[in-house]
């Protein structure tokens, strides 16, 4: 009945189940994850609704999650099972984008008859509402996209295959109509990334533990150099620096002096590393257990647990994660690409900085926000898939050469990149202006978007406000319930800042940081992750770590892990450590005892 993937999640299966049990022309309605509408795995459902039913309505909001307990972004689809395949072909599905709550157009449960008529009224008003547009449609509300079903069957066709392999149909419910005049306009002059590029995801160690360590660390362990360092195209000796996240660097040149880690590449087998240092590291490796990890144990045939194979160190590095700050790294350097980048390798050499440049636009948070995999109901990173970056819209090789000597003009890849608020120079959607964006991004834009696609000034104005109101809608509607939770449990924000002060006065963690820290000399600066789950600090093979879920931070100290636990847990994005381990240690049991009493006050507050 349905090809569906082993990585879909359980829903998938409830509607190869439920539409056994339908006649023709009965009806499925399901609110579920709107992953499947993007992702690769959702293609088999995608095919399932195309081949069994007449798909009447996908419905989304961009202002709210509907389920206060689950971590992800929903939507809700309305099938009619039909086994008539031309009455399938016509029919047109409505895409619904809701930019009110649910509860502006459907009033709440009641037990009053009249009050339940009214809302049964609401919900029969909506479904007009939406059946009634044969064409875009956009208010204030909502906005609805009629697509033809045939329509979407050929987008997701594959000629050369012969089958369906699937299609994005977020687009459909997300994209603003300047996305459509985009493709309408670069009909021949964009092309996915992949068909002037190669591009593939960074390597993948299974123990960061084992094979990444400072320069200090592999001489103080007197590792060989050869298991460290390389030869450059002139037979110098360097070592090699590994890039493992976006966050390490705040510019887009990449430059080894920045990098903390060195990646150990151990290509040979044990019998001929006899009287190396490396064999007593690699059995220190195998009593720590990190021969065992499950990457570690499953490397390809013939390759130890120790040696990680190919290096990846492509001249362009893109992040497989991103929040607000959207940055493409160029790799002049060649450094090595840790898995949370994926490597791109133009066809034409001559071309690797400019479509760097090319890939910094703001045409790309443009297509990432609308393609790229959704966070929960946490607001964590969009997901980058591989064949989201490998789809990514950039001007054809003829077009980007032509334009090479103004790109080269552009100094964007010296400076820092800033999140995309900054760099759009708004903070609200009012804000947002021509004038306002950075200098050198509107110069760069105005190649691509102006020069090469042929958009108006009040076109590019679209594209800054769609990209705006993209990034600011998922914050917003990872607050939702954030929201709503305070008020459920009566939480007053404004009465428990007041309780606080009452009891602690000024002196908080604002003025401690302002009295304490940023008075000291000698500080460095650390960025904080958002933590998933619970945080954990530890005594790792190379020294401490602070670590929640898969995102770590390594720590000189246990104090220095302690310190930083305070401000992760406090929601800071980064923040200032003094070098000096013992001023630390100093000051933490009175940091500690100030954010003790914080969280008793408001965990009485919270109870009563």
Same mark, same amino acid.
């Not at 590393?273 to 045939?301: Q, V």
């Given at each position: ?19 056994? #049990? ?11 994850? &709107?992953?499947?509408? $993007? ?39 309305? +099938?009619?099972?039909?086994?008539? !395949?031309?009455?399938?072909?016509? /029919?047109?599905?409505? %895409? ?68 369906? @392999? ?43 533990? %084992? ?15 050869? %298991? ?7 037979? &110098?000796?360097?070592? /090699? ?18 990098? =903390? /880690? ?16 490396? +064999? ?23 390759? !130890? ?12 590095? #893109?992040?497989?994660?991103?929040? =607000? ?5 160029? /790799? ?29 636009? @703001? +045409? ?9 995999? !959704? ?20 001007? =054809? &090789? ?22 995309? #608020? ?33 958009? @108006?000034?009040?076109?590019? *104005? ?24 305070? @008020?459920?449990?009566? *939480? $007053? ?26 008075? !000291? ?24 770590? *602070? ?32 070098? $000096? ?28």
């Amino acid at each position: 009945l349905a090809d569906i993937s082993k990585r879909a999640g359980i829903h998938a299966y409830f509607f190869v189940h439920g539409t056994k #049990f339908l006649k023709d022309s009965g009806r499925f309605g399901f609110i579920v994850s &709107n992953s499947w509408m $993007d992702v690769d795995y959702g293609k088999g459902l995608q095919e399932l609704f195309l081949w069994h039913y007449k798909i009447i309505a996908i419905i989304e909001s961009k202002v709210e999650r509907w389920f206060e307990d689950a971590d992800v972004n929903t939507c809700i689809i309305i +099938l009619e099972k039909c086994k008539d !395949q031309k009455e399938r072909d016509e /029919n047109l599905v409505r %895409f619904a984008y809701l930019f009110k709550p649910l509860r502006h157009f459907i009033p709440p449960a009641h037990d009053m008859w009249e009050k339940q008529k009214e809302r049964l009224d609401a919900i029969e008003k909506l479904e007009k509402t939406i059946l009634a547009h044969n064409d875009f449609y956009q208010n204030d509300e909502l906005r609805i996209y009629p697509k033809k079903q045939s329509e979407l069957w050929e987008e997701g066709f594959d000629k050369d295959e012969g089958k369906y @392999t699937g299609s994005k149909w977020g687009k459909y419910l997300r994209a603003p109509e300047i996305f459509f005049k985009i493709l309408e306009k670069g009909k021949d002059k964009l092309v996915p990334l992949k068909e002037i590029a190669a591009v593939k995801r960074g390597f993948t160690t299974g123990a960061n533990e %084992f094979f990444y360590l400072t320069e200090d660390e592999v001489k103080e362990k007197g590792i060989e150099k050869e %298991f460290w360092m390389h030869k450059d195209e002139k037979g &110098n000796w360097v070592p /090699n620096y590994v890039f493992v996240k976006a966050n390490e660097l705040e510019s887009p040149v990449v430059k080894s002096d920045s990098l =903390q /880690n060195l990646v150990l590449f151990i290509k040979k087998d044990k019998k001929a590393l006899k009287d190396k240092k490396i +064999l007593s590291y690699i059995r220190h490796g195998e009593r720590s257990g990190f021969h065992e990890r499950p990457t570690c144990a499953s490397r390809k045939p013939g390759r !130890q647990w120790y040696d990680l194979g190919e290096n990846i160190n492509n001249i362009i590095a #893109f992040p497989e994660r991103v929040r =607000q700050r959207y940055i493409v790294f160029y /790799n002049p350097e060649r450094v090595s690409l840790n898995k949370n980048l994926y490597g791109i390798e133009p066809r034409d050499n001559s071309l690797s900085k400019v479509i760097a440049l090319a890939l910094n636009s @703001t +045409l790309t948070p443009l297509y990432t926000e609308l393609f790229a995999r !959704q966070p929960g109901g946490g607001g964590g990173p969009l997901d980058i898939d591989v064949y989201v970056a490998k789809d990514i819209l950039i001007p =054809q &090789n003829g077009l980007l050469d032509r334009f090479k000597k103004r790109f080269s003009e552009i100094e964007f890849l010296e400076r820092k990149t800033e999140t995309i #608020f900054d760099e759009l120079g708004a903070y609200s959607p009012e804000e947002v202006s021509l004038d306002k964006v950075k200098p050198d991004r509107r110069e760069l834009d105005k190649i691509i978007m102006s020069e090469i696609l042929g958009l @108006t000034e009040d076109e590019q *104005l679209e594209v800054y406000r769609a990209v705006f109101d993209l990034v600011r809608s998922i914050l917003e509607k990872a607050k939702s319930f954030g929201k709503q939770g305070k @008020t459920k449990e009566g *939480l $007053d924000i404004g009465l428990l800042t007041r309780s606080i002060k009452e009891k602690l006065g000024d002196k908080l963690l604002g003025h401690f940081y302002r009295e304490k820290i940023l008075n !000291q000399r000698n500080l460095k600066t650390v960025k904080l992750f958002h933590p998933a789950r619970e945080i954990h600090i530890k005594n790792e093979l190379f020294g401490w770590r *602070l670590s929640s879920g898969k995102d770590h931070i390594d720590c000189q100290s246990e104090a220095e892990a302690e310190y930083l636990k305070i401000w992760l847990e406090s929601g800071l994005e980064e923040v200032k450590v003094p070098k $000096d381990d013992s001023y630390i240690s100093k000051i933490l049991p009175d940091l500690k005892a100030l954010k003790e009493k914080i969280d008793q006050i408001i965990s009485e507050h919270i109870s009563t």
